[in-house]
């Protein structure tokens, strides 16, 4: 028996030992997804076939009911049993080979590679990557699962970008791979809007496939605030208008004006009538967008005339000493200043500063510092310079009462520190105030200065031949004036015309002895007084300059109403000093 199955073996061997492959599968490259046939041809051949992928059997003859992807294909008569795999696979990436059972023969190994094209690139943050202005940009795109490891560029404008590192990852199916790609820009290598495209390729995918992104580059708000008209006059209506460029959008508008925030204003447009406090207090508009504010602020051009920036103060000060001023005014288009003192055009100054050195009693007084803004507007102010020094008197040396009557004579004083004594002397008698016989004192003060009057009741004849002295005393010294009394002479021609009209004849018998009487009077001399009463010296000074020129024209008038007027000698005679 067992050499009949023997015998049976190798006559079976010898029937099929002429099989010969006419086709063999050969190593093959395909992209996953795609269909692909690895041939097998045995001609003649009606034994068994037997297809292997990695040396693992899939199915006998056409019978490949475990594997649904997978035919075989070919005329069975003539030997064909072509491996059809009508969707590749990863799984499907090995060695396949077919083997001819019973003629004991199989092909050689084909290598089937299967290559897989990268999933759809990703770049982080897209399709919009936000960045702030000044940031640089780190963009990174992956591409994942491909076989063999994809290769990413960068592409801007059309121009490959230069720069990017990648790395690779192998999955754990030790055949894929997924591949990172990171590109830095500066940032003033980027703008706002610009597209960038990843292009991820591999053998599988040649012309790759592309991921983009937008660049939006954030910002604060950029502001421009702008103002008219300009310039423009006080009082009229001037339009701020705030105008805007945000990434992201503007959130709200806020407006002050020198810090002070304006409330009523929400909006991108602020109207107002202006006033001079606009050209130093400058309005701001501030801008607020997602990432920030912005706060931009202008001055207006507003004409204006002069305001008072430093008001000048009055000053009062030593005899000899420096008097300084300071006047600032403001306005708008630039002013001009002028000191001046009250009452005098003589210009003391242009500047801000009025400096009077070594002051003297003279330069006391009003002074104005005036400012002038051209074709808009002028104003002034008005300062007084009080200078510390002796009593200045002064008074009509010659004063008129009537005969008979109240009579006054004044003096005028002004002092600095005002007059610690004010004496009036007249021959042996010193009164400071209050009443003495016929006469009285009385002093009054006012802005200007103090005036002192002497008050005499029922004016005598002696009275008009009577030197009186008005001194006055403070801590830097003393002044003194001498006055005299003179008989008003309205009255005197009155009495002229009424006797010259009613007795001219008759009083003429009485020239002679009138004439003596008067005469008598004449021989009196007027004596300087230098008088001592409660410790008051009281000395005249250069005040009877006038005497000898008074005394000529009083003997003139003299002699002519004597000749036309006998009787009025009677008043005129007391007038006559010598």
Same mark, same amino acid.
């Given at each position: ?78 030997? =064909? %049993? ?45 399709? !919009?990557?936000?960045?702030?202005? *000044? ?30 590192? %990648? ?72 339009? $701020?208008?705030? #105008? ?36 130093? =207090?400058?309005? #701001?508009?501030?801008? +607020?967008?997602?990432?920030?504010? +912005? ?15 430093? =008001? ?12 300084? $001023? ?27 500063? &009025? ?5 003297? /009693?003279?330069?006391?007084?009003? %002074? ?30 010659? /004063?008129?009462?009537? %005969? *008979? ?38 002093? !009054? ?30 801590? $830097? ?11 008003? =002479? ?22 002679? +002895? ?52 006998? &009787? ?11």
């Amino acid at each position: 028996r067992q050499d009949v199955d023997s015998c049976g073996l190798m006559a079976y061997i010898t029937k099929w030992a002429s099989a010969v492959f006419t086709q063999q599968p050969t190593d093959l490259v395909v992209v996953a997804g795609q269909p692909v046939t690895l041939a097998c041809s045995i001609p003649g051949y009606h034994g068994m076939v037997l297809w292997l992928r990695d040396g693992m059997a899939l199915g006998v003859n056409r019978d490949l009911s475990g594997y649904p992807r997978y035919d075989i294909v070919g005329d069975h008569s003539k030997g =064909e %049993y072509h491996l059809l795999i009508q969707r590749t696979e990863m799984q499907d990436d090995a060695f396949f080979e077919c083997q001819a059972i019973q003629a004991a023969i199989r092909t050689r190994p084909a290598r089937l590679t299967v290559l897989v094209p990268p999933e759809d690139p990703v770049i982080v943050g897209a399709p !919009v990557v936000s960045l702030r202005a *000044g940031d640089p940009l780190n963009l990174t795109c992956h591409a994942d699962n491909a076989k063999p490891a994809a290769s990413i560029i960068w592409i801007r404008n059309g121009q490959v970008l230069n720069g990017a590192m %990648y790395s690779k990852t192998l999955l754990r199916d030790g055949r894929r791979e997924s591949t990172v790609s990171t590109l830095y820009l500066s940032a003033s290598n980027i703008e706002t809007g610009q597209r960038i495209t990843c292009r991820a390729s591999n053998k599988a995918a040649p012309n790759g496939k592309d991921a983009v992104v937008t660049i939006d580059i954030q910002h604060l708000p950029l502001v421009n605030l702008s103002v008219e008209p300009q310039p423009i006059l006080e009082g009229n209506l001037v339009k $701020f208008h705030c #105008s805007a460029k945000a990434n992201p959008p503007v959130i709200h508008y806020r407006w002050a004006k020198g810090g002070s925030i304006i409330r009523e204003v929400s909006g991108d447009t602020y109207e107002v009538i202006v006033d001079h406090s606009f050209f130093t =207090e400058p309005v #701001s508009c501030e801008v +607020t967008n997602a990432l920030g504010s +912005t706060n931009i602020s202008r001055n207006v051009d507003v004409y204006f005339g002069p305001r008072m920036a430093a =008001e000048p103060q009055s000053l009062q000060v030593d005899q000899g000493s420096d008097a300084i $001023f300071n006047c600032a005014w403001t306005g708008n288009p630039s002013l001009t200043i002028v000191w001046m003192k009250r009452g005098s055009g003589v210009v003391l100054s242009n500047e801000n500063i &009025l400096m009077l050195k070594a002051v003297r /009693q003279e330069d006391a007084g009003k %002074y104005v510092c005036r400012a002038v803004v051209p074709r808009v507007g002028a104003g002034e102010k008005e300062v007084s310079l009080t200078v510390n020094g002796p009593p200045t008197i002064s008074s009509t040396q010659t /004063q008129q009462v009537l %005969y *008979g009557e109240k009579g006054q004579i004044k003096c005028f004083i002004r002092s600095t520190p005002p007059p610690d004594r004010i004496a009036w002397s007249w021959k042996e008698t010193v009164l400071e105030s209050g009443t003495s016989g016929r006469y009285t004192v009385e002093t !009054v003060s006012t802005e200007e200065g103090v005036i002192s009057t002497l008050t005499m009741s029922n004016i005598v004849p002696a009275d008009f031949q009577t030197i009186y002295n008005c001194t006055a005393w403070n801590s $830097f010294g003393s002044d003194t004036e001498i006055i005299r009394l003179k008989e008003q =002479e309205s009255l005197r021609l009155a009495v002229i015309i009424g006797v010259a009209v009613g007795a001219f004849l008759a009083l003429i018998v009485l020239m002679g +002895t009138l004439g003596a009487f008067c005469c008598a009077r004449f021989q009196r001399n007027l004596k300087g007084v230098g008088l001592a009463k409660n410790d008051i010296r009281v000395e005249i000074v250069h005040k009877d300059h006038n005497a000898a020129r008074e005394t000529e024209e009083h003997t003139a008038i003299k002699q002519m109403m004597v000749i036309f007027d006998p &009787l009025l000698i009677l008043y005129v005679c007391p007038m006559t000093k010598k």
